[in-house]
């Protein structure tokens, strides 16, 4: 009879680690749904955020293009060169703050990526069935054991 309860043990212990087994696939394949799920979501941001750059960075071209025009029509009709002497530096200044203002918005735009981002070292939960399944065998041979 101990060895009939032996091996309802044994068969016990396998139908365990076989649903555990079963239950990390299953666990595996749908961290493989998510993680696909998660790169799209991913690239549709990426993808937003940088149509969001390039319309800003149109924006902000147009706008200096407007403003270094108003800024000559005004130093022509006051009688000056608009490319020689202060006229030239006013015009230099604006492209250098348009200059600056696109570099800072190239670093919000880096960190908008970046901040996004899934980190590569998320759980997926694999390793945790492996080591509960591990558990139980233990459990099972000290319990045959004993």
Do not use: F, H
Not at 94 to 118: C, F, M, N, P, T
């Amino acid at each position: 009879m101990a060895a009939l309860a032996s091996i309802a043990t044994l068969a016990g212990a396998g139908a365990t680690v076989y649903g555990q087994v079963r239950q990390a696939q299953a666990a595996k394949g749908m961290n493989r749904a998510q993680v696909q799920v998660d790169r799209q979501q991913e690239a549709a941001r990426q993808q937003i955020v940088s149509a969001q750059q390039v319309q800003e960075r149109q924006a902000r071209a147009q706008a200096l293009g407007r403003t270094i025009a108003a800024t000559r029509a005004r130093l022509a009709a006051s009688g000056q060169s608009a490319d020689a002497g202060s006229a030239g530096a006013v015009t230099a200044g604006l492209k250098a703050d348009a200059a600056a203002a696109q570099g800072a918005e190239d670093s919000v735009y880096d960190a908008r990526l970046r901040a996004g981002r899934a980190s590569l070292l998320a759980p997926d939960g694999t390793l945790n069935a492996l080591l509960r399944s591990g558990r139980t065998l233990g459990g099972i041979a000290r319990s045959l054991l004993d």
